[in-house]
């Protein structure tokens, strides 16, 4: 176990917007910092970190926590293996009281997966460079091409023998098990149950995740026969799921939020020569067509994408069929095209690096544009054609959510197909009508057992009037007391540690105060309650307990039920004051209101519960002497909360 004066540095020194940096582009928006949230797809940002509080909070899906919960729901680590990633990354020395050989034995299936897979990785590396094989083949092959050696090596490129087993039987040695080689795809086992290496005698790249860590391989062969595929790959995994992935995202995330861009390319090679021509923000689809999840990917750092095409037509045809999906995700696409035969590797090597970036620079167009260009200078004169290439474009350009941005490019593409911006607005509208009324007809309510589903029931026009209106359920009122209920957590959590300087109080803490009025209040909620009496049990021990005690709570629900009370996804624009004059308070500078509202809110709740539960009593009891017992009861109760609502300024009805 990692000790806990470990864990406490761990957490002390980790830096949400550094962590959650690392996965999901942020920019700043008040006191926050916002991005889309990594864990539901969106197109407006709803996932908010508060740098000061140390937590993250997403309003759309509702997902929150601290640096390590985040690391723990991003990259489904365990606990302590979340820890140890966030020490790795501020590289803290951890502690642990118990360890080795015990320790690395009781280690999950998943971290096996991970762990074979960097064995395999280092086994590769350690071949290219130090074997005879290595470096005559697959050394020499890479340096052919044109690639230095700190780009071999950044990349951890390697070389697998042309052996039936040479990994397996290396693995073996160190003792990792068959099962781990298997489950990753690195080794196979034959009709005779023996096993054999998936990669012999190829050049290797690995591949890695967001964090770095090794999770799968891309292997070219360097024969010539033509029943040898070119490359083979890694199959799925727990750890690799190729639609999960982009080849060179770990090495590009920084330069991506640098540079709000990603240079988008098809091949392992392509993303190493535009790494070679000082072009870090470069990212690979790995050969696979791309897919909403790795465009998802991109959109956690940037929302401009531009891509980087091969000169073949036929080849740049195929692919703008499937670009659509990144104008529906509402990125900004645009794109290069580079001579016939050339891809962004063999252009790079052919003109240098220099000319290459200017190149890229200077010849990007935008999607919906060049897709225009590209189509019509297939059609020529045909009026047939062309009718079916404005209807394609059109239905590109009705992807995109930005409705400012779509009108632009309408303007655009009607001087460039010569037809009127009319006749392209008409096009458009028909088909973003037709998709919300498919879009509406998949979500319609089924109607009522009284007809139209938006029609109130018959009764409500009954010929004696309109019917009373039904008292709230058992279920609402309940939901009700808990929205009050978590209303008094929110003001412990964040005003408990501020003295209560008004009158009574004796100068005793916000959170004191608060506790001790409510010795005479049940709470419905367990939750609250649990919060309440570790509340009270730390105030007990001498102890006023803080906000990050709850918002870094080992105990998950509490740590996400403080996180949701004491987040929010707006702040008060500072505007009021710098430009138009206007001061507003803020609920911190009338503390004492906020806490007493919300104490004698929750009170009447309670209490215009209770008096309602003493009307069904008295009118159920048939003692005469029992019903004056009740009815003075019901007396003192009513003078409690006519109290109360003197305070809270309700009317009461005599």
Not at 107 to 118: D, G, K, P, T
Not at 208 to 229: A, E, S, Y
Not at 635 to 651: D, H, M, P, Y
């Amino acid at each position: 176990m990692i000790t806990a004066e470990t864990i406490e540095k761990i957490k002390e020194t980790a830096r949400i917007e550094e962590v959650v940096g690392d996965f999901v582009h942020l920019k700043k928006r008040g006191s926050s910092l916002i991005g889309n949230c990594p864990f539901h797809g969106e197109k407006t940002p709803s996932f908010h970190v508060s740098v000061n509080k140390g937590i993250y909070k997403c309003f759309g899906c509702g997902v929150a926590g601290d640096s390590v919960r985040f690391v723990m729901d991003h990259e489904k680590y365990t606990y302590p293996e979340a820890l140890k990633y966030l020490a790795n990354k501020y590289n803290i020395e951890v502690e642990e009281t118990v360890e080795s050989k015990e320790q690395l034995e009781l280690n999950s299936a998943r971290e096996s997966l991970y762990i074979v897979s960097q064995f395999a990785a280092n086994f590769f590396e350690e071949q290219l460079w130090n074997s005879d094989d290595g470096r005559a083949i697959g050394l020499s092959y890479f340096k052919e091409r044109g690639f230095r050696e700190d780009i071999i090596k950044k990349f951890n490129l390697g070389y697998s023998p042309d052996v039936w087993d040479a990994l397996t039987q290396e693995a073996a040695k160190n003792q990792h098990a068959e099962e781990y080689l298997e489950k990753t795809g690195l080794s196979i086992r034959n009709d005779k149950g023996k096993l054999y290496d998936r990669f012999r005698g190829r050049v290797m790249f690995p591949i890695h995740n967001f964090t770095g860590r090794v999770i799968g391989f891309g292997g070219r062969t360097l024969k010539t026969d033509k029943n040898v595929p070119k490359y083979v790959n890694s199959p799925e995994s727990d750890i690799y799921h190729k639609s999960n992935v982009l080849y060179g995202l770990y090495h590009a995330k920084k330069a991506i939020r640098d540079q709000d861009n990603c240079y988008l390319v098809e091949g392992y090679a392509d993303v190493l020569a535009v790494h070679q021509a000082y072009i870090e923000n470069v990212v690979a689809s790995s050969g696979t067509s791309l897919t909403i999840e790795q465009i998802k990917l991109i959109s956690r750092f940037t929302q401009n994408v531009t891509i980087l095409y091969d000169g073949d037509a036929a080849g740049i045809k195929a692919s703008l069929r499937g670009l659509d999906m990144i104008l529906e995700e509402g990125l900004n696409v645009k794109v290069v095209s580079f001579p016939d035969g050339d891809d962004p590797d063999s252009y790079m090597h052919k003109v240098g690096a220099g000319a290459f970036k200017t190149y890229i620079e200077e010849q990007r167009q935008d999607f919906i544009l060049y897709k225009a260009n590209i189509l019509l200078a297939e059609a020529g004169k045909d009026p047939i054609k062309r009718a079916g290439i404005i209807r394609d474009i059109v239905e590109s350009i009705a992807k995109i959510p930005d409705n400012i941005k779509a009108s632009v490019f309408v303007r655009e593409c009607s001087h460039l197909l010569e037809i009127e911006e009319r006749v392209l607005l008409t096009e458009l509208n028909a088909i973003k009508l037709a998709k919300s009324k498919k879009t509406a007809a998949a979500t319609a309510p089924k109607p009522s057992s009284f007809g139209h589903p938006d029609m109130p029931p018959d009764d409500l026009f009954a010929e004696d009037g309109p019917a009373a209106v039904p008292m709230p359920s058992a279920a609402e009122q309940i939901s009700s007391d808990i929205l009050q209920e978590n209303e008094i957590i929110r003001l412990l959590l964040t005003f408990g540690h501020e003295l209560a300087t008004w009158e009574q109080t004796d100068n005793m803490y916000v959170g004191s105060f608060i506790i001790q009025n409510l010795s005479d209040v049940t709470f419905e909620d367990s939750l609250c309650n649990r919060v309440i009496d570790y509340y009270r049990n730390e105030l007990e021990k001498g102890e006023l307990p803080t906000i990050n005690q709850f918002l870094r709570s080992e105990d998950g629900e509490i740590a996400n039920l403080a996180i949701t009370l004491t987040t929010s996804p707006y702040s008060l624009s500072e505007n009021w004051l710098n430009k138009h004059q206007i001061y507003v308070k803020d609920e911190s500078q009338n503390i004492k209101a906020a806490v007493l509202g919300g104490l004698y809110h929750l009170k009447k709740r309670k209490v215009d519960k209770m008096l309602t539960d003493l009307m069904n009593q008295i009118k159920e009891e048939k003692d005469v002497t029992n019903q004056d017992i009740l009815m003075g009861r019901y007396a003192q109760v009513k003078n409690v909360e006519r109290t109360i609502s003197k305070f809270l300024g309700s009317v009461i009805v005599k």
